[in-house]
């Protein structure tokens, strides 16, 4: 008999389960659960256990342990590899099913004429959800969602914010080669879905962001009650930055004055925020149809919402997040936002948000971000640090720029270290100014959020700029919002 601790068996919600006595004319009581733990991180189930937990013990636990055996052979479909062991404890035996996790999913329960795939949620082996089985079958075939070919075809895209973006980040230019390495395309040129999710009017349509700013400490009914409230759609590149915005948009500017230096003060530590969203766009379910990645900002807290949970269906609870295996469900989609700079191949997003809490100047012990995946989600939450009435914290005025000068609403008397500035500011304007037309060359469609987003500016600023090209002729606008497109006049002159 091995010698093994039968109590520390005992409890456990995600990778243990218990039963009094095997059921032999009931297969499926216990079978449901091997399934589940095949198809998930494994785990052990013991028979010989009440459910308060009282060892009972098995009368012939070598007679069991044989039944055991050829109950999974005949009725899991593919049989998973599993070991049998015996314990022993206060005089009574016990059998132990140590069930491994599978490479072959989807692992089946066949019986009572069904065919059934089952996972682990909490202490429960329940059915495999359509959009689980599928990602199942994804697994067990050794592929993922963002690999596959999509439905649409690669020559109705455009990729304006990819590139430009992935030029603003590393100084590189986007080849067209650089469409297989990165997985737009396979190698027959046919679009792939993480291509379709970055194209720049993304065509699948649960790819959204939505973000609101709570009155109050929870949702609360009426729209009277969202202060901020914004959708957005397109390439996963422009949801990040949008969602970037969305929170400073939210969020209070603050500094600190040191001896030799001003240190930012954040409500919300933006590297925080960053790996967060990151993750929550490229590590998502995109089978879960239905469903988007959101934002909530209330008054204490920031939380981010993804649509499933861990890949392997364990509970992060019982996990170190700071020690965490990286195993990534959309590997093509993580590998471009590894080229964008925006997070790195071998996975440290999580210990990044807890160590940028830990280093804000307003930490406290406890202070620290949660990690959840409730029923097939994962919430991130970020407790918001108080910028208001802190000794020596200066709060920047929602009128006043984060360099200290006024908005341009304002007036004030001009002095003659003011003039470099203006130079200097305008030089920005200029450059500003040549890149919303160069954009624009490369995607007439290109609309103004999209700009603002790729640029960096305001699109109030986006608007500005394009009403003087459309005032000096650069530009002309065919058709609506939606639908039309820019001109670009006397191109080759100007």
Known sequence: MEKLNICQLIGEATEYDKKQALEVKKPKSWCKSVSAFANGIGGKLVWGIA????????????GDAEKIS?????????????????????????????VLPGGQTPYYYIGDGQMQAFVRVGNESVVASMSKHKELVLKGSNMSYDCLVSRWKFEDMAFTVLRATYFKRTNRSFEDSDYESFGIVNEKGELTNAGALLADYSPVRHS???????????????????????????????????????????SKKAWRKTSDNRLEYPEY????????????????????????????????????????????????????????????????????????????????????IVSAYKGHDGYTEGMDPKFSTPWNCFILTLPKFNVD???????????????????????????????????????DIDATIAEVLRLIKENPKITRKMLSNTIGVAPSTIQKHINRLKEEGFIFRIGGDFGGYWEIINKEEK
């Open 208 to 250: 959204r962001l939505f973000c609101t700013r709570w009155n109050g400490l929870d949702k609360a009914n009426g729209v009277m009650d969202a202060l901020d409230d914004e959708e957005y759609t397109g390439s996963l590149v422009t949801l990040l930055q949008a969602g970037l915005d969305f929170v400073r948009r939210n």
């Open 51 to 62: 459910d308060d937990d009282t060892l009972v013990g098995l009368a012939d636990a070598k």
């Open 70 to 98: 050829e109950t999974i052979k005949t009725h899991l479909d593919p049989i998973p590899d599993f070991n049998l062991s015996f314990v022993k404890a206060e005089g009574k035996n016990f059998v132990v099913l140590d």
């Open 269 to 352: 530590p933006e590297r925080a925020v960053e790996e967060g969203l990151v993750n929550a766009l490229i590590h998502r379910n995109y089978l879960e149809l239905g469903s988007e990645v959101h934002i909530d900002m209330y008054d204490d807290r920031l939380e981010i919402f993804s649509p499933g949970g861990l890949l392997d269906g364990g509970s992060i609870k019982d996990m170190d997040v700071m020690n965490m295996a990286s195993r990534r469900r959309n590997p093509v989609l993580a590998d471009i936002f590894s080229r964008l700079k925006y997070m790195e191949r071998r996975g440290s997003g999580f210990k990044k």
């Open 389 to 427: 009435g802190v000794e020596g914290v200066y709060v920047i005025p929602d009128n006043v720029t984060e360099h200290g000068g006024q908005t341009s609403g304002q007036t004030g008397g001009q002095t003659s270290g003011q003039t470099s500035g203006q130079t200097s500011g305008q030089t």
